[in-house]
């Protein structure tokens, strides 16, 4: 690594962690030191994608079928993408467990978590999820599908609130997850493109 790139990244991580502070210490509340743990819990939202799978099962039939194969294709290689290729290519250290920076994180959950920060696994999951569901029914659910990208951007954000990974972990982990939602949703269309609401 020449001194330049050096600079780079020693500049880009300088400006990560000022950022960390910022979301992680000085924009907090109590209201949110509660819900920001409750909200990056998988299992808490375990009830939700139940419903979307049966909601979609029930009323695409065969198509259905394929979207929910699609959707579990997209967490899937995400997921795996996120850990092989990223955690272990770069193997960054979580903020809490940074030894030179763990002193000034406020954790929030009662352990840090193993493995590495870069990139955060929740945004780029969360993020492929919203990917897939915004393209492959934008044409239908209008508005609703916004909401998808909010309660992705919303648990990335929790990421860095409770402490465990850093704004730009989460920020690539989102643009990871978006590349990933997006190319699996193209071919999904292409494929199986839904109507509303099928026999």
Not at 165 to 176: E, M, N, R, S, T
């Amino acid at each position: 690594m020449n001194l330049l790139t050096l600079l780079f990244w020693q500049s880009i991580n300088g400006l990560d962690q000022q950022l960390f502070e910022k979301i992680n210490t000085d924009w907090t509340s109590p209201f949110f030191d509660s819900v920001m743990p409750f909200v990056r819990n998988p299992l808490n939202w375990a009830p939700l994608y139940l419903f979307v799978l049966v909601f979609v099962l029930l009323n695409f039939k065969k198509k259905g079928a394929w979207w929910i194969l699609f959707f579990i294709s997209v967490v899937a290689l995400t997921d795996m993408t996120g850990n092989y290729v990223f955690k272990h290519g770069f193997e960054r250290l979580r903020p809490c467990n940074d030894p030179d920076f763990f002193m000034h994180v406020r954790l929030l959950m009662n352990h840090c978590g193993g493995g590495y920060s870069f990139v955060s696994n929740h945004a780029a999951n969360h993020f492929a999820m919203a990917t897939f569901f915004f393209i492959s029914f934008r044409k239908h659910l209008k508005f609703w599908v916004w909401l998808g990208i909010a309660w992705a951007a919303l648990i990335a954000y929790a990421q860095v609130y409770v402490g465990v990974h850093y704004p730009f972990d989460v920020l690539c982990g989102a643009l990871l997850g978006i590349i990933i939602g997006a190319a699996l949703g193209f071919l999904f269309n292409k494929q199986f493109e839904i109507s509303i609401f099928e026999g």
